[in-house]
């Protein structure tokens, strides 16, 4: 199966018609050997270095919200006003550089097992995902 075919196929399980713009959205997604992490603005701006071209905002946030929907793609929210995508949906935890925006993902090995003392009644808990904030230590910079 080609890889336009498996995005094709991508595009009609989220209930999104495969549009030419759809396909390359899933390209610049989906055809990486490495997952990496986005804002939808990045796409925008990955979109347009890629193929040269400009698809409308409003089809780029449905597409990507329509991939987070089915699983395709991971939100991890920053703030009220910013989220980042990952096209790594495995559980796993992230650093969040306040000072470069970046978004990092944190090897499993570095963070010991979490205990959670307490649960919400009626409730099982699905995960555990952490967001640790750094920032630079300006206290070591004189």
Known sequence: MSKNAKFVEKLRETGL???????????VLFDREKTFHFTINDLVKRISEEFNEKI?????????????KKGYL???????D???????????????????????DCNENDIE????????????????????RVASDNQNQN
């Open 74 to 80: 991971k939100e991890i929210s920053i703030n009220s």
């Open 17 to 27: 018609r495969p549009t030419k713009q759809r396909v390359k959205i899933c390209k």
């Open 82 to 104: 910013k989220s980042y995508f990952d096209t790594n949906t495995s559980v796993h935890h992230h650093f969040y550089d306040e000072d470069t925006h970046k978004l990092i």
């Open 113 to 132: 097992s979490i205990n959670i003392k307490k649960n919400i009644t009626g409730k099982k808990i699905n995960s555990v995902e952490v967001l640790i």
């Open 56 to 68: 409308s905002l409003a089809t780029i946030y449905n597409t990507v919200h329509a991939f987070e």
